[in-house]
Structures are given as C-alpha cells and as structure tokens.
C-alpha cells in the first residue's frame, strides 16, 4: 500500500509533534513544512523534507494527500479552504475555527470538494478515553445522571511573555477547556445548553484565568465543570494519563461521571458500584474495581486513524461537524459569561448540520 504523503503547516510545539509523528510512521511520509520561520532557524535546518513559507508553496510544489493545519486559530479556515480548493484532506487542530461561522465556512468548501475533514481532538485517541466511552455506552453505570470535571494547573509566568496569550482568545476555556467540553460530549453525549462564568481576578489580563460552566446534555443528564491556569493542582487530564512530558504525572482523576447504577473515574479508570443489587443505594457498600487499559500515544493513533479514513476504511473519529459542535459548545461559555444567560445550542448545532450536508 502507497504511504500516504502528508505536509504540515505551522511548525509550533503542535506542529513539531505532527512532524515528529508522521517521520516515524509506516503509513505516511512527510512531504513538506510550511512556516514563517527564517530558513537559517535550527530547526528548520534540521527537518528532512523540503521547507516552504507558505502553506500555498506546499501545496503547489508537493500535490499532498492531506496537510495538518498546526497553525494560529485564526489562519485555519483560510489555510483549510485552500487546501479544500486544491483536494487536499486535512487535520485541523483545535478549534476548528474561531468562530461557528467560519467552521461552517470550512465545511461547505470541503463538502463542495469532497475532501474530509478530521479535528484535532487527540484525546479521543486515548485507549482509555475509547474504554470510558464503551463502560458507558454498555451501561454499566446505568442511566447516566451527572458529570463534573475540575481542570487546574498554575502555567508558568514565561508562558505569558507571548503577547496573544494575555488577550481574548488566549486563555483556558480556548487553550484548555476545549478539550474538556471535547471528552465530556465524547463520553457523556452531546450538550444542550450552556451557562458559564469567567474570572480575571488573579493575573489581570484581558483574558480568564479561571471560568465555570454548568452544562445540561440532551440525554438529560447535567455537568459542571471548573477550569484554571491560576491555580496549582493534580488534576488535569494531562497528569493523569502522563500524557506530555509538560505535564509531571500524578495518576490522579479529573472527571467523575455518574450514574443510576454506578460511578466512572477518568482518566484512570475506576467504576464504583454496588455488590449487592439489593441494596444499591446509600444504605449498602460501594466500593471501586480499577478497569485495565492500556494507553497508547494519541498522536501515533490519530495519525494512523487519518490515514484509514482518507482511504475510506474508517468513518471520522473527530469530524468536521463534530470539531464544530465543541467550538459552539466552548463558545458558549464566553457568551454565557458575557450576557449573563444560558446559551442554547439548537441554533448553532442546525448550522453546522446544514453546512455539513
């Protein structure tokens, strides 16, 4: 089988994971890099593919089957519109756009192309987010009533000399609790509402540092979520799976989702439940039986999931419509936060439906 010939365009921590990534693979062979940095820059000396100043050079001097988009938010319609017109597949890291307009923009060019479409929401290619997921689905923790996840870590004071860091759209709920929303819809079901809240008490800046969110699903269950850059703690998503060597390991959970007949911790598994059916409520014992999964590295798995769907054997992990939905989802946070009202997501769901086709 022909290895897939794939560029990336940005060549940021993200990016240099992509690049990393597909020279490693068997499956796909890196054609080229696209970025603005000067050709004498170390690390553009060090790459093994052609380098390009433009995501346009790439795409006329390399024909890829598909590019990552690795760039800034704001580049990644107008870089994935041209690779739609050129009948380039892609992976757009998250968001997929910075606005639901302009991701239904996006869908429409690739629709009209058909070119396809996967969202950068890497953690779904976790062994264990595809574990969580199935203890669900199969029931074991019943009906599902309720999750809640905390996100706090305290970034470092140098992380913020960049200046689009400390303005609006540089902070958590973009950055971070994207993901978060990403999993909980991934696991939970989709949301229907949104009400949120935001701070900028402890550095500030233009930008949150700190927001809450309450979250109703459409299966009927509700959500609650906090997420920091400000505060130190164990609990994020990235410490307990040890997921990037940024992130020290700490094997603790961040998310408890529960349920009728039982509890799911997340990341490390852990299902709470009760032995006697008899007595399955407050009155008798629960206790915890730690589910094995082995983990895998998302970004090899995201990889090879790219390739299979843009050779037709495998449906989008993390669609276009889909990277959609969770930038409305996140949207509505900031605009809850701003109007002081919950933030129904019927109208945006249908124009992302409609864009999609």
């Given at each position: 089988m022909r290895r897939l010939r794939i560029g990336v365009v940005g060549a940021g921590m993200i990016g240099r994971r992509h690049v990393a990534t597909i020279e490693a693979s068997g499956d796909a062979e890196l054609c080229g890099v696209a970025d603005l940095l000067p050709a004498d820059d170390p690390y553009v000396r060090s790459l093994r593919a052609p380098y390009f100043a433009s995501h346009r050079e790439l795409l006329a001097a390399t024909k890829p089957d598909a590019v990552v988009i690795a760039s800034p938010n704001r580049l990644h319609v107008p870089m994935g519109v041209d690779c739609a017109r050129a009948g380039v597949h892609m992976l757009v890291e998250k968001p997929i756009a910075d606005t639901v307009e302009l991701a239904c923009e996006l869908l429409r060019e690739a629709k009209r192309a058909g070119v396809r479409i996967l969202v950068g929401h890497h953690r779904r290619h976790h062994a264990q987010a595809q574990e969580a997921r199935r203890i669900v689905a199969e029931g074991r923790l019943g009906r599902l009533v309720g999750a809640s996840l905390l996100w706090a870590a305290r970034k470092p004071d140098p992380y913020f000399e960049a200046a689009w860091r400390r303005t609006a759209g540089g902070g958590p709920v973009l950055i971070n609790l994207i993901h978060e929303i990403d999993m909980l819809r991934?696991?939970?079901?989709?949301?229907?509402?949104?009400?949120?809240?935001?701070?900028?008490?402890?550095?500030?800046?233009?930008?949150?540092?700190?927001?809450?969110?309450?979250?109703?699903?459409?299966?009927?269950?509700?959500?609650?979520?906090?997420?920091?850059?400000?505060?130190?703690?164990?609990?994020?998503?990235?410490?307990?799976l040890g997921e990037s060597p940024t992130f020290p390991y700490s094997g603790e959970n961040a998310y408890r989702l529960v349920g009728t007949a039982g509890s799911l911790e997340f990341p490390v598994l852990r299902v709470w439940s009760h032995a006697d059916p008899a007595r399955a409520d407050w009155t008798g014992p629960i206790a915890a039986l730690p589910t094995k999964s082995f983990d895998r590295d998302p970004y090899v798995e995201q990889l090879r999931h790219l390739c299979a769907m843009i050779g037709g054997r495998e449906a989008p992990l993390v669609s276009g419509a889909d990277g959609a939905r969770t930038l409305a989802a996140t949207l509505a946070v900031h605009e809850s936060a701003r109007t002081h009202a919950p933030v129904d997501l019927a109208r945006d769901y249908a124009a992302i439906d409609s864009a999609e086709g």
């Open positions: 991934f696991l939970a079901g989709e949301i229907a509402s949104v009400s949120g809240l935001a701070s900028r008490a402890v550095r500030g800046f233009e930008v949150e540092d700190t927001a809450a969110a309450m979250l109703a699903f459409e299966n009927g269950a509700l959500g609650t979520i906090l997420c920091s850059d400000a505060a130190a703690s164990p609990w994020t998503i990235e410490q307990g």
